[in-house]
């Protein structure tokens, strides 16, 4: 892979995926074949990866290990100025450690995020979490989510990203997804919150949620199934509308549906699931409208939709396919 940014991006993506596929949580396969097929330096960066966590799972915990890291920390120091001849257990515990330290960063926070911290989710990564209370949460890509839980409060920061929650009934302890400056409340129901950088969307697919904004108690609006509700940080929130639940919630089995979508926003949501980036370059093609049924992670299927319907050329390279306007 040419493009050093590019090829560090996959290979955060693959240290992901070994993370989670071999450190025991839950892990969507299909999502992870499709990332597989979509480039060989995806293969192969998975290898890599695979092979460095495999090799901290037999040797990172071990009572030997910790004692040679110690033993080299006491030698360097008291051998400082002086020239050192390693034993090959040394080096050895040196060249595991310089290889693992970046997946066993990842290792760290999976576990923190099982005992309720941070949770997070690759480009193109779904995954599906049951939390202590039984509560099921499924992340989208590229979401980052905070959960803090204690006897009396079931509190969750969805810090971006989106998520479809199927809450646990509690109803002396409400669950409270909290989304920028808003605060969606529920007890036992189903829903989905989509937090971006100024705006926060709710998708109420069962039961009932309140919403109201974070420092404030009073209530913005209280949703029934079938609704949804976007909200623009530091503007008054508007009315809830009626929408199509499946179609809203089906980036859960790996579709996006479009409804008279501007081009350039439908392409950025391509792009949450695909290394190949859809970028819109002739700014007059970005207000196009566009409709229609996509699979996540199918960036150059999507650009062939594109092109046959509207007058636009595709400049292709390795990383991108930039979209100009057709002569």
């Given at each position: 892979?040419?493009?050093?940014?590019?090829?560090?991006?996959?290979?955060?993506?693959?240290?992901?995926?070994?993370?989670?596929?071999?450190?025991?949580?839950?892990?969507?396969?299909?999502?992870?074949?499709?990332?597989?097929?979509?480039?060989?330096?995806?293969?192969?960066?998975?290898?890599?990866?695979?092979?460095?966590?495999?090799?901290?799972?037999?040797?990172?915990?071990?009572?030997?290990?910790?004692?040679?890291?110690?033993?080299?920390?006491?030698?360097?120091?008291?051998?400082?100025?002086?020239?050192?001849?390693?034993?090959?257990?040394?080096?050895?515990?040196?060249?595991?450690?310089?290889?693992?330290?970046?997946?066993?960063?990842?290792?760290?926070?999976?576990?923190?995020?099982?005992?309720?911290?941070?949770?997070?989710?690759?480009?193109?990564?779904?995954?599906?979490?049951?939390?202590?209370?039984?509560?099921?949460?499924?992340?989208?890509?590229?979401?980052?989510?905070?959960?803090?839980?204690?006897?009396?409060?079931?509190?969750?920061?969805?810090?971006?990203?989106?998520?479809?929650?199927?809450?646990?009934?509690?109803?002396?302890?409400?669950?409270?997804?909290?989304?920028?400056?808003?605060?969606?409340?529920?007890?036992?129901?189903?829903?989905?919150?989509?937090?971006?950088?100024?705006?926060t969307t709710v998708v109420l697919a069962e039961g009932k949620v309140a919403?109201?904004?974070?420092?404030?108690?009073?209530?913005?609006?209280?949703?029934?199934?079938?609704?949804?509700?976007?909200?623009?940080?530091?503007?008054?929130?508007?009315?809830?509308?009626?929408?199509?639940?499946?179609?809203?919630?089906?980036?859960?089995?790996?579709?996006?549906?479009?409804?008279?979508?501007?081009?350039?926003?439908?392409?950025?949501?391509?792009?949450?699931y695909s290394t190949l980036q859809v970028v819109v370059a002739d700014a007059?093609?970005?207000?196009?409208?566009?409709?229609?049924?996509?699979?996540?992670?199918?960036?150059?299927?999507?650009?062939?939709?594109?092109?046959?319907?509207?007058?636009?050329?595709?400049?292709?390279?390795?990383?991108?396919?930039?979209?100009?306007?057709?002569?």
């Amino acid at each position: 892979m040419s493009n050093p940014f590019q090829q560090s991006l996959i290979d955060e993506t693959a240290a992901g995926w070994a993370a989670r596929r071999l450190g025991g949580a839950v892990s969507d396969e299909a999502g992870f074949t499709r990332w597989l097929e979509q480039h060989p330096a995806h293969v192969e960066a998975y290898d890599r990866a695979e092979a460095v966590w495999r090799l901290m799972g037999e040797a990172a915990g071990t009572d030997d290990l910790v004692a040679v890291r110690q033993e080299a920390l006491k030698r360097a120091r008291a051998r400082r100025h002086r020239a050192v001849d390693l034993d090959r257990r040394l080096v050895a515990a040196g060249i595991v450690a310089a290889i693992a330290a970046p997946v066993g960063g990842l290792w760290w926070m999976r576990h923190r995020a099982q005992q309720g911290a941070l949770f997070q989710t690759a480009l193109g990564e779904q995954r599906t979490l049951t939390l202590s209370d039984g509560s099921r949460v499924t992340l989208d890509a590229l979401s980052v989510m905070r959960v803090r839980y204690t006897a009396s409060v079931r509190s969750i920061d969805l810090v971006q990203g989106r998520a479809y929650f199927e809450v646990a009934h509690d109803a002396g302890r409400p669950l409270r997804v909290h989304a920028g400056p808003r605060t969606v409340t529920a007890v036992g129901t189903a829903f989905s919150v989509r937090r971006e950088p100024r705006e926060t969307t709710v998708v109420l697919a069962e039961g009932k949620v309140a919403l109201s904004n974070h420092e404030s108690a009073a209530t913005l609006a209280i949703l029934t199934p079938g609704q949804s509700m976007q909200m623009t940080d530091g503007v008054r929130a508007g009315e809830p509308r009626k929408v199509d639940v499946d179609r809203a919630l089906a980036w859960r089995q790996g579709q996006l549906v479009f409804d008279n979508v501007a081009l350039a926003d439908a392409a950025a949501e391509m792009n949450r699931y695909s290394t190949l980036q859809v970028v819109v370059a002739d700014a007059r093609l970005k207000s196009l409208r566009i409709s229609g049924t996509f699979r996540t992670g199918e960036s150059r299927a999507f650009v062939e939709a594109v092109q046959s319907y509207f007058p636009v050329r595709a400049q292709n390279s390795a990383a991108t396919v930039e979209l100009h306007a057709a002569p």
